[in-house]
C-alpha cells in the first residue's frame, strides 16, 4: 500500500466512513459496501436562503458614541443592552449550503455472485486496489463481513482513496469472481465519472436510484439511459422554506453488453461486462439566463461520448499538475501497510507512525484541491465542499465563519504551493467588501467597508444575532487578509494594484472613520466589540460575565498590520500620500500588546478576568499565529506570554475537544519553535478528533452541537502546522525546520513554499538539516535562518542555491 492512500480492509458503513471527491464545485462522499454504494452528492452554490437587506435602528456614529461613554464609564450591561438594541441582525433568510442529493447503487446477482475468478483486480490500467490490498484485506474480511449485511460472503475487499491520482476504488472478490469500482470527480469534464467491472462475463448488473435531499426535488427518467432531475435548496432552520437556489441535474449510464433501461427515478443495468455511469448537476446561482437548465445534460453527454478512459486520464493529468508540486516523506514505520483507521487506533494507543502525518498533510492539500479551484463559484465553506446534513439541521450553519474557520481553509494554501486554489477565496473577499460598504454606513455611519462574524452565499456583512458572537467587528478584515498573504507569497504587482491594497484600503477607511481615542489610556481602540465568542469578568464579580469592550487584543492585532500593510502597499505603488499620513499617525495611536498580571497574554485592552480560562478560541494569540508581530526572536517577552496563555488553556479542566482549537495549539508552538508539543496536538487531532475517513470533526456538545460534526479546518489548519514545523516565512525571513519534532527525525519535503515566491526543498537526517534548496521565481532578497544561523542570500528570478549543514554558515553556492 501506497502512503499516499487512504486505504481500509472493510466496507464504509456510514458517511463518516465514507471517502471525499471533489472537482471544485461539485463533491461526493463515496460509501462502499459490496451489494450497495451511495454517493453523497453536494455542490458549493446549493444555498438555501437568499441575499437581504439587513435593518437596523443604529443612527450611526452618535449610538455608538453613546454606547462607548457607557462602556468607559464602566457601565457595560448598560452598554451591551443598547448595542443588543442597536446592532444585533435578524437572521431571516441568511440559509446554509444543502446536500444535494444521493446516487444510491444497489448490485444484483449478476455483478460477481456467481462465476470463475478473473485475477485480483479487474482491468489492468491502474484503475482497480492492488493485488496486495486485496491480500491484506482478506485477514480481516471475517469480522467485517459480520458487521454489515451487505459484506456477507465476499473472499476479499479493499477499498482506497488514492492521493496521487484523486480516484476512489473498491475491489473484492466475492464467490470467486473479482469486482472492481473505480470513482473520480472530474475538473476538465466537470462530471463525476465511474466505472464497474467483473471478472465475469456479463457480471456487471445493478440499479441506480437517485433521491433528492430537499422537499422540492423531482426526477425523471430521460431516455433509456439516464434520468433529469431538478431541485431547490430549501429547509426551515435558516430561511423560510421557501427561497434558495435551484439546480438542474442529469445522470447517463453507458455499458458494455447487456442492457440499460431507465424508469422513474432508476436505471437498471443487467449482465453488462462493464459499467460507466456520469453524474453532472448546474445551478442558478448568480445567473441571468436559463441556459444552466440545459448544461448538465450536455455535459453529462459529453462525458459520456468522450468515454471514461480519456475522463480518467484528463482528470489525473489536470490533478498531477497542483498536487504533485509538493512531496512529504517524514520517516518510515511498520505501520504504513495496515488499513488506515487502524494506523489511527494504534497512534491513539501512543503509538509511532510518521507516515501517517504525511498522509494527514497531504490529505489536506487533497481536500483543497478537491475543494477549491480556480474557477470555483464560491469558496470552502465550514465543511469544504462536502455536507453530512448535521449542521444543517441545528442552530449551526453551513456557511462561511468569519471568526477563524474560513481562514484555517485557506491557511495552507499558499505555502504548501497552491495559489491558485486560493483565488475563490480572493473573490470572495472582494465581493464582501463591496456588501460591507452599506453595513458601514448603515450601522456605524463609516465610509470604506466592514462585515463581521457570519456570511453566506450573498455576502451577509452585518452583525450576528446576537451581540456576544455576533459584533466581531473584524471578521471581515480577519478573511480580507488572505488577500495579503496571497500577495506576500506571490508578489503579483498587478493582483496588488487591482485588488489587495484597493479593499484593504477601504477597510483602512473604515477604521481610521470607526475607531476612537480611548479617554483614559489615550490609545486609538474599536468597540464595542468582542474577542471572538469568549467573555470575561469584571474585577471579583463573577455573577454575570461580559462579551463587549473596547479594543480587544484581536482588533488592535488585525488593525495594526492592515496599516502596516496599506502604509507600505501605498508607498510601493506610489499612491495616496494623505491617506499614508493619516495611516502614519494612527500607527503612532495603536495600543501595545500587553502581559497580564497572571503572565498570560492579555486577551482585552484591561486586565480583566477570564470567564472561560479554557475557551476554544485563541483569537488573541493572532499576533503569533497566523500573524508575525510575535516572535521569539524579536519580541521574547511576549512569546513567553504567549507560550504561557497556550500552557493554561491546555490545562483547564473543561478545555473542549475541538478541531480547529488543536490545529492552532499546533500552529502556534510551531511558532514558539516548539516542535514536540506542536506535534502532540497534531497527534491528538488525528487520534482522537477525525473519523475514521480522516476528515476531523467538532464534538458533541460543542457550541450546541448534537453529535460529532464534520468541520474541514481542523484538516487545513493540520496541513498549514505541519507546513509550519518544517518552514516559516515573513518578511526579510526564511526559517528551516523551526519545530522539528523528534518523532520526525528522519524525512525530506519538497516544493514549500515561502513569502517572495520562492520554493523551498528540505532534507534532514538524525533531526537535524542535511541539506536545503531555494528556488526562486522572483528576485528574491532576505535571510536564511537555521536555527540561531543566519545567511542573507540574492537571487534572482530562476536562480536556486543549495545549503548544506555543515557548510551553512559560510557563503552558499548560488547556480542558475
Not at 450573498?458 to 458572537?469: E, L, N, V
Not at 493554561?648 to 475541538?658: A, Q, T
Request: a negative charge; hydrophobic letters at 40%.
Amino acid at each position: 500500500m501506497s502512503d499516499m492512500k487512504l486505504s481500509y480492509n472493510r466496507p464504509a458503513l456510514e458517511w463518516k466512513q465514507g471517502l471525499p471527491l471533489g472537482n471544485g464545485r461539485l463533491g461526493a462522499v463515496v460509501q462502499s459496501g459490496t451489494d450497495s454504494e451511495t454517493w453523497f452528492i453536494t455542490e458549493v452554490t446549493y444555498w438555501s436562503g437568499k441575499s437581504e437587506t439587513s435593518a437596523t435602528a443604529s443612527r450611526g456614529q452618535e449610538d455608538l458614541a453613546a454606547m462607548r461613554e457607557l462602556f468607559y464609564a464602566g457601565d457595560y450591561e448598560g452598554g451591551e443592552e443598547m448595542a443588543g438594541r442597536l446592532l444585533q441582525a435578524e437572521k431571516g433568510n441568511f440559509g446554509t449550503n444543502l446536500s444535494l442529493c444521493d446516487v444510491r447503487l444497489t448490485f444484483g446477482d449478476g455483478s460477481g455472485s456467481s462465476g470463475e475468478q478473473s485475477g485480483a483486480a479487474a482491468g489492468t490500467d491502474g484503475a482497480a486496489v492492488s493485488s496486495t490490498a486485496i491480500s491484506a484485506a482478506s485477514s480481516n474480511a471475517s469480522s467485517a463481513a459480520s458487521s454489515n449485511a451487505s459484506a456477507a460472503n465476499y473472499d476479499s475487499f479493499a477499498r482506497e482513496l488514492d492521493l496521487e491520482e484523486a480516484l476512489h476504488r473498491v475491489a473484492y472478490t466475492q464467490s470467486g469472481v473479482a469486482v472492481s469500482r473505480e470513482t473520480l470527480a472530474s475538473h476538465p469534464d466537470n462530471v463525476l465519472a465511474s466505472r464497474i467491472r467483473s471478472g465475469q462475463p456479463g457480471g456487471v448488473s445493478f440499479t441506480l436510484r437517485l433521491e433528492g435531499r430537499t422537499d422540492r426535488f423531482a426526477v425523471r427518467a430521460a431516455g433509456n439511459d439516464a434520468l433529469a432531475f431538478e431541485g431547490q435548496a430549501t429547509e426551515t432552520m435558516h430561511s423560510d422554506g421557501t427561497c434558495g437556489v435551484k439546480s438542474a441535474g442529469a445522470v447517463k449510464v453507458a455499458a458494455s453488453g447487456g442492457t440499460v433501461t431507465a424508469e422513474g427515478a432508476e436505471i437498471v443495468v443487467s449482465g453488462a461486462d462493464e459499467a460507466w455511469i456520469y453524474f453532472a448537476v448546474d445551478t442558478d446561482y448568480g445567473r441571468e439566463d436559463d441556459a444552466w437548465r440545459q448544461a448538465a445534460a450536455s455535459l453529462a453527454e459529453q462525458a459520456a461520448a468522450k468515454g471514461y478512459a480519456g475522463i480518467r486520464e484528463a482528470h489525473i493529468a489536470d490533478y498531477r499538475t497542483l498536487f504533485a508540486r509538493v512531496e512529504a516523506d517524514f520517516g518510515v514505520s511498520g505501520a504504513a501497510g495496515l488499513p488506515l483507521d487502524e494506523r489511527m487506533r494504534l497512534l491513539r494507543e501512543g503509538g509511532s507512525d510518521p507516515g501517517l502525518f504525511a498522509l494527514f498533510f497531504q490529505y489536506g492539500r487533497y481536500l483543497t484541491i478537491a475543494g477549491s479551484r480556480a474557477d470555483s463559484r464560491l469558496p470552502l465553506h465550514l465543511q469544504g465542499i462536502w455536507n453530512d446534513g448535521e449542521a444543517n439541521r441545528m442552530a449551526w450553519s453551513c456557511d462561511y465563519h468569519l471568526d477563524v474557520n474560513t481562514e484555517m481553509n485557506y491557511y495552507p494554501t499558499e505555502t504548501t504551493n497552491l495559489a491558485e486554489c486560493h483565488e475563490p477565496l480572493m473573490r470572495y473577499i472582494e465581493g464582501l467588501a463591496e456588501a460591507g460598504r452599506a453595513t458601514a454606513r448603515d450601522y456605524y455611519g463609516c465610509e470604506g467597508w466592514a462585515a463581521h462574524v457570519f456570511s453566506n452565499a450573498w455576502g451577509f456583512t452585518a452583525p450576528g444575532w446576537h451581540y456576544s458572537w455576533g459584533l466581531n467587528v473584524t471578521g471581515g478584515l480577519w478573511i480580507a487578509h488572505q488577500l495579503r498573504e496571497h500577495y506576500e507569497y506571490g508578489r503579483d504587482e498587478e493582483f496588488l494594484k487591482t485588488t489587495a491594497y484597493p479593499v484593504l484600503k477601504e477597510a483602512a477607511l473604515f477604521y481610521l472613520d470607526y475607531m476612537t481615542v480611548h479617554p483614559q489610556h489615550g490609545w486609538l481602540v474599536t468597540g464595542p466589540s468582542n474577542s471572538p465568542e469568549n467573555s470575561f469578568y469584571l474585577g471579583d464579580n463573577t455573577d454575570r460575565a461580559y462579551a463587549l469592550s473596547m479594543g480587544s487584543t484581536m482588533d488592535q492585532s488585525l488593525i495594526r498590520d492592515l496599516f502596516v500593510f496599506c502604509l507600505e502597499a501605498g508607498e510601493r505603488l506610489n499612491v495616496d500620500e494623505p491617506l499614508r499620513e493619516r495611516i502614519r499617525e494612527a500607527i503612532g495611536l495603536l495600543p501595545p500588546l500587553q502581559v497580564g498580571a497572571d503572565g498570560k497574554l492579555q486577551e482585552w485592552l484591561e486586565d480583566y478576568a477570564e470567564a472561560q480560562p479554557d475557551h476554544r478560541h485563541l483569537s488573541h494569540l493572532y499576533g503569533l499565529y497566523p500573524g508575525t508581530q510575535i516572535t521569539p526572536q524579536d519580541t521574547p517577552e511576549l512569546s513567553e506570554a504567549a507560550r504561557v496563555t497556550l500552557i493554561s488553556r491546555m490545562r483547564g479542566e473543561g478545555l473542549e475537544d475541538v478541531e480547529f482549537t488543536l490545529a492552532l495549539f499546533a500552529a502556534n508552538f510551531a511558532r514558539l519553535h516548539d516542535g514536540d508539543r506542536a506535534y502532540d496536538q497534531l497527534s491528538y487531532l488525528i487520534s482522537e478528533l477525525c473519523f475514521d475517513n480522516l476528515l476531523t470533526y467538532s464534538k458533541a456538545g460543542i457550541a450546541g452541537a448534537e453529535t460529532n460534526i464534520f468541520v474541514a479546518d481542523g484538516n487545513f489548519g493540520g496541513t498549514a502546522a505541519v507546513s509550519e514545523m518544517l518552514l516559516q516565512s515573513r518578511a526579510g525571513e526564511i526559517h528551516l525546520l523551526p519545530a522539528l519534532p523528534q518523532a520526525w527525525h528522519t524525512g525530506r519535503i519538497t516544493g514549500l513554499r515561502a513569502k517572495g515566491n520562492a520554493e523551498v526543498d528540505l532534507v534532514w537526517n538524525g533531526a537535524k538539516l542535511d541539506h536545503a534548496v531555494i528556488r526562486a521565481s522572483a528576485p528574491l532578497q532576505t535571510r536564511i535562518r537555521y536555527g540561531e544561523r543566519l545567511l542573507p542570500i540574492m537571487l534572482e528570478a530562476g536562480e536556486s542555491c543549495r545549503f548544506e549543514y555543515v557548510s551553512f554558515s559560510a557563503a552558499a553556492s548560488q547556480q542558475r
